[in-house]
């Protein structure tokens, strides 16, 4: 049983940048994708973002390319997620996921991709 607990979420304002980690436990990150989804008030959980196990293959979606970067530190089984550019709309609940990776380029950008959920953190962006 592999725990995900999410940290780093907060207040920001619009334009500014936070960084939020995803440390794992009860397994070795290495042997997992992982993703970053979020889930705003009245709205269905989304994908953000994806990586591989191996670090090297990515995706984002549309609505945070070019502001947002995914990446992994396994020898510290945690996986980070840094947005910057904030926008309001990226208000939400932000969940942490992993699952056992199918190969070491294995990503997932649906819900059902992943076994494993954190609590997720909030983060609010305000202009």
């Known amino acids: 049983q592999v725990l995900l607990v999410e940290s780093g979420g907060g207040l920001e304002l619009a334009g500014g940048s936070l960084r939020l980690s995803c440390t794992a436990s009860g397994g070795t990150l290495s042997n997992y994708m992982a993703g970053w989804f979020r889930q705003a008030p009245g709205k269905e959980r989304e994908f953000v973002a994806t990586?591989?196990?191996?670090?090297?293959?990515?995706h984002y979606a549309d609505s945070v390319k070019g502001r947002f970067t995914i990446s992994r530190d396994n020898a510290k089984n945690t996986v980070y997620l840094h947005m910057s550019t904030l926008k309001p709309e990226d208000t939400a609940v932000y969940y942490c996921?992993?699952?056992?990776?199918?190969?070491?380029?294995?990503?997932?950008?649906?819900?059902?991709?992943?076994?494993?959920w954190g609590q997720g953190t909030h983060v609010t962006v305000f202009s």
């Open positions: 990586i591989s196990s191996s670090g090297t293959f990515k």
């Open positions: 996921a992993s699952a056992m990776a199918g190969s070491k380029w294995s990503i997932g950008a649906s819900v059902s991709h992943y076994d494993y």
